[in-house]
């Protein structure tokens, strides 16, 4: 048994329950992190510590601190200056949101510069906030442990280049694993390489990784973390014609990412700033980034790469919560944060998921997860215009911040969602993301969308209502049995969405009728 397998089978079990009472809480404890990172400052603030957090706020300010630190062994006085001047800032700003706990940790300049140990004096003298510097072995730890919070069980190598140093660290599943290095190998360090010319740094980089990154740390998924890493991703995504813009979970095969990294690396910075996608602020180091991704690439040749957009600060947060938290689904949990406030009846759509439970016989637990997913998404744009539901749900579920999910998942649960508003299966602007999905897929969308509509019209979204039917599929027939509560049940409006759902299964027959003796 390899060790994903044992990893997978040794994890504890993760709770999918819906739990409206919690998620509707309108009083959360700001939580706010500060990063101070050998290339940027970045201030994320977000609604409080949880499996998966959304930023209420995120800036960033290039500070460099590593920039010309291999030469000088100092953080350079104008870039001392501006880092204290944008701790003020975010010190103020996190202030004045009501944040109630704010963490800062420092990475590879502040823990290598001489007057690090000054520079941090200065910021806790003039903030107050105490200032956690971490060594090259936590830095990796926390990366690995972003990825490991931001997907559904990985198992791969993280790498995570930052302004200063590059850490990998091995995701698996649940936990990081014991081996791990940390490499002067940043997106400044490598840019001073790089000025020295093209054919030397590959060299130097290929004989440093060559010393420290051993052959043997090496697994078929590539996870890449960092601001550097991301950019690359947004701008293959532009020059692909990606269907979804999201950079966390984007997945491309090894051969593809250094087919676009030679390309990047190698083109004259005007014509690079040019390029669609490309952040302004990142278009000076996406060369070295580029760069660096192709020759890790070279030196670990896994199957696959699938970028983060979750790394050390979340790493940070997740590693913060308690072990019952760490086994909540991270989609699950964000699919009812946003979800369930925003219904009319919070507390239908636990009820839901066990109406929508023999739909699919042999329903895996992956799938399990996503139909729950669905179900707490199913009255979020109750308050939209009937007219644009379908289509606005579909736009805005396939781009939501979503973790836990990957790219081919997102299309399916915005497709769940587009059908249940009673999107019709052929709507072009379905298309580039749908061609994400197999036909099987596709279909079994339009089947849970439509049994949704059709629950929600029997019961008006009324839990007790809900629970007095039953619905069954048979070989040659859909069949709704519902509970007098219902009134109703062979309205026009209930036998025209059991129409569509039996059309969706690909049946001609569907029978109602109430069922005997309930009330």
Known sequence: MDVANKARQGSAKRSLALD????????????????????????????????????????????????????????????????????????????????????????????????????????????????????????????????????????????????????????????????????????????????????????????????????????????????????????????????????????????????????????????????????????????????????????????????????LREGWLYSQLSERERYLDPLVEGAQAIGLPLARVPGFAPELVRWTATLFPGETAAETRLRVAVCALSDHAWRDHPDVRAEESFRRLLHFPFIGITHAERAYLASCIHARYGGKFDDPYLGPAQALLSKAARRRAQVLGRAISLAYRISAGMPPVLAGSRLTVASDCVHLAVGEAARVPDSEAVADRLKLLASAIGLKKFRVETLAGST
């Open 20 to 311: 409206a009472a919690r998620v509707s809480r309108l009083e959360r404890d700001h939580y706010a992190i500060i990063d101070i990172g050998s290339n940027s400052v970045r201030l994320v603030v977000y609604d409080g510590i949880g499996r998966a957090p959304l930023p209420r706020f995120n800036e960033k300010s290039l500070c460099r601190l590593g920039e010309g630190l291999a030469q000088t062994g100092a953080i350079a006085p104008e870039n001392f200056s501006r880092t204290i001047e944008a701790l003020r800032r975010f010190r103020a700003i996190a202030d004045a949101m009501g944040v109630d706990r704010i963490d800062a940790t420092a990475t590879e300049a502040m823990r290598r510069a001489s007057n690090g140990p000054e520079l941090q004096r200065l910021i806790e003298a003039e903030t107050g906030l105490t200032i956690r510097i971490l060594s090259g072995a936590e830095e990796a730890r926390f990366a690995a442990l972003g990825v490991v919070s931001g997907f559904f069980r990985p198992v791969g190598l993280v790498g995570d280049m930052g302004g200063g140093s590059l850490e990998v660290a091995e995701a698996l599943d649940d936990h990081v694993g014991d081996r791990w290095v940390s490499l002067p190998l940043g997106a400044l360090p490598v840019e001073a390489l790089m000025a020295q010319g093209l054919s030397a740094a590959k060299d130097r980089i290929d004989a440093m990784l060559k010393a420290d990154l051993p052959p043997a740390l090496t697994r078929p998924v590539f996870y890449p973390v960092g601001g550097g890493w991301r950019a690359f991703a947004r701008v293959h995504q532009m020059a692909v014609g990606a269907p979804i813009h999201v950079v966390h979970g984007y997945t491309l095969s090894t051969d593809a990412v250094r087919d676009f990294a030679k390309t990047l690396y190698r083109m004259a910075p005007d014509k690079l700033a040019g390029l669609p996608g490309m952040p302004a602020r990142r278009a000076r180091t996406l060369p070295a980034a580029a760069l660096l991704l192709d020759r890790v690439l070279k030196r670990l040749a896994p199957e696959e790469v699938v970028f983060s957009a979750l790394g």
